[in-house]
């Protein structure tokens, strides 16, 4: 089954600033890749699913990117506020979702 | 749309005992729905799948004998943990897809958090 890699366990930004994260799997491509907001002792929240044929897909202040050759998932905040310090989970569409171990971002005001 | 509610969010229980967790999809009908387990600071791992009226797929290394699941209805799944130990404390985390719609977005309950003493 796939391996998911997140870039960092933490990633502490300014208020205003963008946060990007990674994702990398390693096997081959999946159909799809998803990202998933999670608070503290709650469920994870479906932010955005991409595609393998899509390169970028946009949500509000959210930009995913996908790339089957580099074997990357790129998640970014723009404009990043407090609100948005959660852990941000990476899945991967395998026979099953298989997710990476999250990112947890923390932005300051 | 799509939210899934779980039952409780929490719960004690002596060593021994089973604990029963459901997991219901309040505004849509749930084509499948997933158990997840999670520990501190790790990720979601898969424990089973199951579709309604049919009997549940666990993953590798997961007891079938130890996690009940049974899937009722299509809005009602449950998990029941049978004769827990400490090492079952866990965060256990329900999902689901839709029966109508995108099949490919799981959507997560607020989680049930076990402690076994």
């Known amino acids: 089954s796939q391996k998911i890699e997140q870039n960092s366990e933490a990633l502490n930004i300014q208020e205003g600033k963008t946060a990007t994260l990674t994702c990398n799997y390693t096997n081959y491509s999946p159909a799809y890749l998803q990202w998933y907001r999670q608070d503290p002792g709650r469920g994870p929240v479906f932010l955005l699913l991409i595609r393998e044929n899509e390169k970028e897909k946009r949500k509000e202040r959210l930009k995913v990117t996908f790339d089957t050759t580099l074997k990357q998932s790129l998640f970014h905040i723009t404009a990043s506020q407090p609100a948005d310090s959660a852990t941000y989970l990476c899945a991967v569409n395998d026979y099953k979702l298989s997710f990476g171990a999250g990112t947890t971002v923390t932005v300051r005001a | 749309g799509a939210v899934v509610s779980q039952h409780p969010s929490w719960v004690i229980c002596k060593s021994g005992t089973s604990v029963k967790i459901e997991c219901r999809s309040l505004d849509f009908q749930a084509t499948t729905m997933f158990w997840y387990r999670q520990f501190p600071k790790q990720s979601l791992m898969l424990m089973a799948t199951?579709?309604?009226?049919?009997?549940?797929?666990?993953e590798q290394g997961v007891e079938k004998d130890k996690f009940l699941i049974n899937h009722a209805s299509l809005t009602l799944s449950t998990l029941t943990v049978t004769s827990a130990h400490p090492e079952d404390s866990s965060f256990y985390i329900c999902?689901?897809?839709?029966?109508?719609?995108?099949?490919?977005?799981?959507?997560f309950g607020p989680g049930t958090r076990l402690t076994v003493l």
């Open positions: 999902s689901a897809t839709r029966l109508a719609g995108d099949k490919d977005t799981q959507y």
């Open positions: 199951s579709n309604e009226g049919s009997k549940a797929t666990y």
